[in-house]
């Protein structure tokens, strides 16, 4: 929102009929589109699915029927050992995901600091 209304505001800046934007200017302004772009992009990634594992109903009812036949302390280590594979998933799958949105707030603040920039250069040089 807050770069649209930048955008706005050196369109309305202009004199002319045609807003037009300082030749440099313009290269900054593009440059704020192409980052609100991959911003934008970089967002949508921690929406997208992903793969984790997931046990199946059969694999699940076989494997306590074979653990239940196992001592205590051998069906317990297995149990934890696959709880533990679960949690280093989910662990890289969070990581993904956040390493897609800390891009997009990046990207999100690169554009609206060039959108200033544009306004300054707009307004000292136009």
Request: aromatic content about 2%; proline content about 4%; cysteine-free.
């Amino acid at each position: 929102m807050t770069i649209l209304l930048g955008l706005a505001g050196l369109a309305a800046h202009a004199s002319s009929s045609t807003p037009v934007l300082p030749h440099g200017a313009r290269y900054v302004v593009a440059a704020a589109v192409i980052a609100l772009v991959l911003s934008s992009l970089s967002a949508v990634l921690p929406a997208l699915p992903q793969v984790i594992l997931v046990a199946n109903v059969q694999d699940v009812q076989k494997a306590v029927r074979d653990l239940a036949r196992q001592p205590a302390r051998i069906a317990t280590t297995r149990i934890l050992q696959t709880r533990l594979r679960q949690v280093e998933d989910e662990r890289r799958v969070n990581r993904h995901k956040a390493w897609g949105l800390a891009a997009a707030i990046a990207l999100q603040s690169v554009a609206v600091a060039l959108v200033a920039v544009a306004t300054v250069w707009t307004v000292i040089v136009g």
